[in-house]
């Protein structure tokens, strides 16, 4: 066991034994337990050991995962181009745009945009890019990555509790949240005896590891979601509610003026996600590239995540008052923006050639194991008057 898992273990059962609220055990007995959603952001975000806090870089080769700005330079190009395409609808007469990329990694996707501007020249728009992110190791990756534009005031890093206080409101903005809304922290429902249940997480002392429990739901608007979408959950029939990810639409509001945000997630609506076929909800771990269903594997070294509820999503998006601008697969988004006519003919055989491994990395994006299918891409406007 590593040092940065027997600290967040250790993390846990304080929290655990700190915690006002109990839960019931498989076998009938009560204990000490937090939420679900309580364990999953202190392994993703405890400020010493959390999984996007503390460590490494976490994306690419190296990492545990792969986004789609990691196939090729693709997802990038095409993204600044729509945006380009686009933005005088948004914002008539702006000359300047912030984009911001909430949750931009190492700036890879960041600086995919950056170069298709500037060899564009951005549609007559000028835009700045800031890459927002959690991960010390990524903060210092991307503003290598971005040097250049740094120096030449095109490009900023911030690190999240900054750009959280920072006022976007001067000028408008275009946030990209590419897989950002997967990371946030979920409530875990369970149908227990015909009854709704919320999983907890308690502290098992015989193997000294945190294990399953459940407990009464901790906030009414849980079971009030799947009672307004007619959702009812077969006998032990497990599911997630993305409430923190869906609220992130609501304090964005307070953070922004004119500005669209650009969600791409993998995800669908409640009803696909509560579906018979889904007993054991979406939560994935993600360890070196191999995915597994276990949370309490290595607490604080594997990526957690869940599959985004768009409907969700859309109605805390109204309550802030954004208007939905387009909604639709990741296929059919790159098909819309043009990727067909980044093909090229050819006939070169080298496998490494940089035109062949363009023509791969657009194949790999429209067709690669129903991934394009799974992704959505989900776009907001708001005005601020």
């Excluded at 005896?193 to 399953?212: I, K, N, T």
């Excluded at 790999?364 to 989900?378: N, W």
Aim: with cysteine; proline share 4%; net charge negative.
């Amino acid at each position: 066991m590593s040092l940065s898992t027997s600290g967040m273990l250790a993390t846990i059962r304080r929290a655990i034994a700190a915690s006002p609220l109990w839960g019931r055990l498989p076998g009938g007995d009560s204990s000490p337990c937090i939420t679900f959603r309580d364990y999953m952001h202190l392994c993703l975000y405890d400020a010493e050991y959390g999984y996007y806090r503390s460590g490494g870089i976490r994306v690419g080769r190296s990492g545990d995962f792969y986004t789609s700005a990691h196939i090729g330079n693709v997802m990038g190009r095409q993204l600044a181009a729509w945006i380009a395409r686009h933005v005088q609808q948004w914002f008539p007469g702006a000359g300047h745009v912030e984009v911001v990329d909430w949750g931009g990694g190492t700036g890879r996707l960041g600086s995919q945009m950056l170069d298709t501007w500037q060899s564009s020249g951005g549609a007559g728009t000028s835009f700045r890019l800031t890459v927002v992110d959690a991960n010390p190791a990524h903060l210092e990756e991307a503003r290598k990555a971005l040097a250049d534009a740094i120096a030449a005031g095109r490009a900023a890093v911030m690190e999240a509790k900054e750009a959280e206080c920072h006022d976007w409101k001067r000028v408008p903005a275009v946030i990209v949240a590419n897989e950002l809304l997967d990371a946030f922290p979920v409530h875990r429902l369970v149908m227990e005896d015909g009854l709704l249940r919320e999983q907890g997480v308690a502290w098992d002392e015989a193997s000294a590891r945190p294990v399953f429990c459940s407990m009464a739901p901790t906030r009414p608007e849980l079971a009030a979601w799947l009672q307004q979408q007619q959702v009812r959950l077969a006998e032990r029939q497990v599911t997630e509610i993305g409430l923190e990810g869906a609220e992130w639409m609501v304090q964005m509001a307070d953070r922004l003026g004119d500005a669209v945000i650009i969600l791409i997630d993998y995800g669908d609506g409640t009803q696909e996600l509560t579906g018979s076929h889904r007993m054991d909800g979406t939560l994935m771990m993600y360890e070196r590239h191999v995915a597994h269903t276990d949370p309490f594997r290595h607490p604080g070294e594997q990526d957690m995540t869940a599959h985004v509820d768009f409907d969700l999503v859309r109605a805390f998006a109204a309550r802030a008052n954004w208007t939905e601008w387009w909604y639709g697969t990741q296929k059919r988004f790159l098909v819309e923006s043009g990727v067909l006519e980044q093909l090229s003919n050819h006939s070169i055989t080298d496998p490494f050639h940089p035109v062949v491994r363009h023509n791969r990395a657009i194949r790999q994006l429209l067709l690669s194991d129903g991934m394009s299918e799974l992704f959505k891409v989900q776009v907001w406007s708001r005005r601020s008057s």
